[in-house]
């Protein structure tokens, strides 16, 4: 279907790199993703945090990322979120093995959400984001189990995405 005098050329499978690296940031935007639609709706029936990009953003911004009239707070809390989100699929996906089926990648991807989840609650809320660290605190329980819930996500579109690009 091209030109007659040229031979036609089998498409070229991504370097090994470059696939992991792909897998990973788009498992982890998409995990993402859904992980902050399920904290909107948890925060609209009052069991998680309201405003959870602003709370991400309160880290740089302060109290000011609070403010409703800021789109700033609500933009930066994203990239925030994006950035964290792509940093751990990164991670993960150089972490399982090729081959690694959809439990194990799955089980691998809640231990490294909760310890995320641990580093991010124990170090970087308590310390930088005093906001988030104190409007976070009721509801603990919740915010564990949706970091665990994205790496659950994550690690189950590992495997996905790296057969869909063999």
Same mark, same amino acid.
């Given at each position: 279907?091209?030109?007659?005098?040229? %031979?036609?050329?089998? =498409?070229?499978? %991504?370097?090994?790199?470059?696939?992991?690296?792909?897998?990973?940031?788009?498992?982890?935007?998409?995990?993402?993703?859904?992980?902050?639609?399920?904290?909107?709706?948890?925060?609209?029936?009052?069991?998680? =945090?309201?405003?959870?990009?602003?709370?991400?953003?309160?880290?740089?911004?302060?109290?000011?990322?609070?403010?409703?009239?800021?789109?700033?707070?609500?933009?930066?809390?994203?990239?925030?979120? #994006?950035?964290? #989100?792509?940093?751990?699929?990164?991670?993960?996906?150089?972490?399982?093995?090729?081959?690694?089926?959809?439990? /194990?990648?799955?089980?691998?991807?809640?231990?490294?959400?909760? $310890? $995320?989840?641990?580093?991010?609650?124990?170090?970087?809320?308590?310390?930088?984001? %005093?906001?988030?660290?104190?409007?976070?605190?009721?509801?603990?329980?919740?915010?564990?189990?949706?970091?665990?819930?994205?790496?659950? /996500?994550?690690?189950?579109?590992? %495997?996905?995405?790296?057969? #869909?690009?063999?």
């Amino acid at each position: 279907m091209g030109d007659p005098g040229r %031979p036609e050329r089998e =498409p070229v499978a %991504p370097e090994p790199a470059v696939r992991e690296a792909a897998v990973g940031a788009a498992a982890g935007l998409l995990a993402g993703a859904l992980t902050w639609a399920l904290a909107a709706a948890l925060a609209e029936l009052g069991h998680a =945090p309201r405003a959870p990009l602003r709370l991400l953003a309160s880290s740089l911004l302060g109290p000011q990322a609070l403010d409703p009239s800021s789109a700033t707070a609500q933009w930066l809390g994203a990239a925030l979120g #994006a950035l964290a #989100a792509v940093a751990l699929g990164l991670v993960l996906v150089g972490l399982l093995p090729e081959g690694a089926g959809l439990a /194990v990648s799955a089980a691998a991807g809640a231990a490294c959400g909760l $310890a $995320a989840f641990l580093a991010a609650w124990l170090v970087v809320a308590r310390v930088g984001a %005093p906001l988030l660290h104190e409007a976070g605190r009721p509801h603990l329980a919740a915010i564990a189990l949706l970091h665990a819930t994205f790496g659950l /996500v994550l690690g189950a579109l590992v %495997p996905v995405g790296r057969s #869909a690009l063999d």
